[in-house]
């Protein structure tokens, strides 16, 4: 079993998106400030929080009997003054987190209304699946997290058991982050009618609020501008799901290839007054053909490829007028 190392991606803000598996009522809607002064402050507030505080590595370095798996944070101080912090986790010896060394890696996902600004999400990842591959933004995954504020408080979690839902309908942060974390194999069926997975993967996100609730907060547990952490059991994922069933893979919806699928809107519909994006509307530009009929599926209804009838450059399926 493979571990791996804390890696860091700089991304921007597009869209701020509410996290299902959280209290989806917002909480006290405060004026946007600068969204490049609040990256900023966020990310110092992250980085502060992980070069001050350790997770239970030792426990993963040798797993004492009956240890459950479970990342713990605790702060750097009196008897755990030399434990080694999230930050520097890529030197512990005994620990392969996967990546040679540790690595800064950006990624641009995209712009605010007026101002650029670069966001960076931290994931660690304490133990990596044993899948092949990695989810899209656009698939379902089937994990159990847990999610706090920086100082430990607890706003979310679910129960022992995995729930699964569409990465796309949780905060941005958390779907980008989770496309690290490889899942598990071999689905257990335990004797008291619960399941389990062997061999998944386990970590944590550290969000900032950019990529999170941003100046709406969310319920009364998260404040505005307030950076998140999920620790994360990543168990299984649907390879290349196709969330609205009209013939393509979710991830193949990102038109703009941001990495955002909640900003993709052809048509600029809306249901029941919510924005209806692409990777959830069956008709994807609006001209009342199917999409699933202006696109190439094989026997089996699997996506083959996209089709440009006038040759105009815009495929059949976002063309209104091919």
């Avoid at 969204?35 to 590595?57: G, K, P, Q």
């Avoid at 209304?113 to 966001?119: G, L, M, Q």
């Avoid at 379902?140 to 706090?148: I, P």
């Avoid at 013939?247 to 699928?261: A, F, K, Q, T």
């Amino acid at each position: 079993m493979k571990f791996k190392n804390i890696v860091i991606l700089t991304v921007v803000f597009v869209t701020i998106w509410s996290c299902k598996k959280d209290d989806d009522s917002p909480g006290t809607i405060v004026p946007p400030r600068s969204i490049i002064e609040v990256a900023a402050e966020d990310d110092a507030e992250i980085r502060e929080f992980l070069s001050t505080h350790f997770f239970n590595y030792e426990d993963f370095q040798n797993p004492p009997e009956g240890f459950d798996f479970k990342i713990r944070f605790d702060t750097i101080a009196g008897e755990n003054e030399t434990k080694t912090s999230i930050l520097d986790s890529g030197s512990l010896p005994g620990i392969e987190f996967g990546m040679e060394t540790i690595t800064v890696e950006s990624a641009s996902f995209g712009v605010s209304d007026e101002e650029i600004a670069e966001h960076t999400l931290y994931y660690l990842v304490v133990r990596q699946g044993s899948s092949e591959n990695t989810p899209t933004i656009g698939d379902n995954v089937l994990l159990r997290y847990e999610g706090t504020l920086l100082d430990g408080t607890l706003f979310d979690a679910s129960s022992n058991q995995p729930i699964s839902f569409n990465l796309s309908g949780v905060v941005r942060g958390f779907g980008n982050g989770m496309e690290y974390f490889k899942t598990g194999t071999d689905l257990m069926l335990n004797e008291d009618g619960t399941v389990a997975y062997s061999d998944y993967g386990i970590g944590a996100i550290f969000i900032p609020s950019g990529l999170a609730y941003f100046n709406r907060g969310s319920g009364s547990a998260i404040a505005a501008y307030t950076p998140l952490i999920f620790k994360v059991d990543a168990f299984a994922y649907e390879k290349d799901t196709d969330f609205d069933g009209d013939g393509i893979p979710s991830i193949l919806e990102d038109i703009d290839g941001d990495g955002n699928l909640n900003n993709d809107n052809t048509d600029g519909d809306t249901e029941f007054n919510v924005f209806l994006a692409n990777y959830n509307d069956t008709d994807d530009d609006g001209d009342g053909i199917p999409t699933r009929e202006e696109i190439v599926l094989d026997e089996e209804g699997k996506f083959v490829e996209f089709k440009d009838t006038d040759g105009d450059g815009t495929p059949d399926h976002l063309d209104r007028d091919s």
